[in-house]
C-alpha cells in the first residue's frame, strides 16, 4: 500500500485538502464612478485555449466581491500578473481580504495604475504586472447575463443557479472572459519570441491559497531558475511515417523527404493538423513543393504568426 492517507472533501478543497500551486493574480475592475478597484485572486485558469471563435480565461470568485459585483455591472476587468517581491505579495493579500469597499481599499494601495490598450472604457492596469490579459467577461455563454438582476445582493443568492457562467452557487460565481489584448513587459516578450534560455522567465508568486485564518502562503521563485527538461526522442516518428501522412493530405502541395525530417517531432496526434496547416501556408506563399528551405521559410512564418 502506497504512503497515502485519504482525505475527506470539504469546501474549498483547493486550499483546505491539498497543496494545489496557483497563480498570484491581481484583478483590477471598473466601478461605477469611473475608478478602478483591485482584488487579489488565483483561481484563474486558461479555458478556450484553442479551436473556439475567441480565446477566454475563467474565474471563479465569491459573488459579493467588489471584482464579481464590477464584472456584473459593466463586463471587463484586467488580470494583472505579479512578479515575486515581498512588498507586492504584502499588498496583494491586503488586497485580499474582504469587506472593503473599494475606496477604502484603493485609498492607500501601492500599485502604480495606468492605462491598458484594449478598447473601450476599461480599468486601469498594474505598471508593474510582468503581464496582463484585459478581458470582457462573456455574459452571452448560459444566459450569464441573468445574474445583473442580482447586482447588490450581498448576503447570498437564491437559487437556480447555472453551470459554469454567471453565479454558480448561493456565494459563487464564475466567469468566462474573453481575452481581448494579452500585454506582456517588452523583455519577457522578447524571451518568448528569441527562444528560452534559464533566466528568460519573470520571478513569479506561487501560492497555496488559505491554509489557515492568520496566514496565506506562498513560495519565493527569486533566485530559483527554471530547469529544462528534455523531450524524450524516443517520442518521435519515423520519416516514414511522416511522408505516409503528407501523401495522403488532400492538398495540391507536396512534401520533400528532407522536408518531412524536420517534422519527426511533431506529436503523431497532432501531424496531421500541423501538415495541413504548413500546407495551407505554402499553398498562400505560391510553394508547391515544400523542400528544406521552403520549410525553413515556413517555420519562420509560423513563428512570427505566434
Ligand atoms: C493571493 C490571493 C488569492 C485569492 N484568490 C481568490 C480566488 O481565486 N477566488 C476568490 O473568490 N477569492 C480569492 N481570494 C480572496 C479575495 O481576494 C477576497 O474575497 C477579496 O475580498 C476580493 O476583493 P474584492 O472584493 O475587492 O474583489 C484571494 C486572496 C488572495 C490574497
Known amino acids: 500500500m502506497a504512503n497515502f492517507k485519504s482525505l475527506k472533501v470539504v469546501d474549498n478543497f483547493y486550499q483546505n485538502n491539498l497543496f494545489y500551486p496557483m497563480p498570484t493574480v491581481v ?9 478602478t478597484s483591485l482584488g487579489s485572486y488565483s483561481l484563474v485558469f486558461p479555458y478556450y485555449i484553442a479551436g473556439k471563435d475567441y480565446y ?17 455591472k459593466n463586463n471587463k476587468c484586467a488580470l494583472n500578473f505579479i512578479k515575486d517581491d515581498r512588498k507586492y505579495f504584502k499588498e496583494a493579500v491586503r ?7 473599494p475606496a477604502e481599499k484603493m485609498k492607500d494601495c501601492n500599485f502604480e495604475l495606468i492605462k491598458g490598450e484594449a478598447e473601450g472604457e476599461r480599468p486601469l492596469i498594474l505598471k508593474d504586472a510582468y503581464q496582463v490579459i484585459e478581458c470582457t467577461w462573456d455574459d452571452k455563454l448560459e444566459n450569464g447575463y441573468k445574474a445583473k438582476e442580482h447586482i447588490g ?11 459554469f457562467n454567471g453565479i454558480t452557487s448561493k456565494f459563487g460565481c464564475h466567469f468566462i472572459l474573453k481575452i481581448d489584448k494579452i500585454l506582456m513587459e517588452e523583455k519577457y516578450a522578447d524571451n518568448l519570441k528569441n527562444g528560452l534560455k534559464a533566466n528568460s522567465f519573470p520571478n513569479v508568486p506561487v501560492d ?8 496565506f502562503w506562498y513560495k519565493k521563485f527569486k533566485g530559483i531558475r527554471p530547469t529544462s527538461e528534455a ?16 501523401e495522403r493530405l488532400d492538398t495540391k502541395v507536396k ?17 496531421k493538423a500541423a501538415l495541413l496547416q504548413i500546407a495551407e501556408i505554402a499553398e498562400k506563399n505560391g510553394i508547391d513543393v515544400i523542400d528544406r528551405e521552403a520549410a525553413l521559410k515556413i517555420a519562420e ?6
Not at 445582493?153 to 453551470?163: A, C, I, K, S, T
Not at 520533400?256 to 517531432?265: D, F, G, H, N, R
Open 208 to 215: 497555496y491559497g488559505y491554509h489557515d485564518s492568520k496566514n
Open 301 to 306: 512564418i509560423r513563428k512570427n504568426k505566434k
Open 95 to 101: 488586497l485580499g481580504f474582504p469587506g472593503k469597499t
Open 231 to 246: 523531450i524524450a526522442t524516443s517520442n518521435a516518428c519515423s520519416v516514414d511515417s511522416v511522408m505516409y501522412c503528407a
Open 27 to 35: 484583478i483590477s475592475t471598473l466601478c461605477e464612478d469611473g475608478t
Open 56 to 72: 477566454a480565461m475563467i474565474l471563479e470568485c465569491r459573488n459579493s466581491s467588489n471584482t464579481a459585483q464590477n464584472i456584473l
Open 255 to 271: 512534401f520533400t523527404k528532407e522536408a518531412c525530417e524536420m517534422y519527426v517531432k511533431i506529436p503523431r496526434p497532432f501531424m
Open 153 to 163: 445582493e450581498l448576503e447570498g443568492v437564491e437559487p437556480p443557479y447555472n453551470d
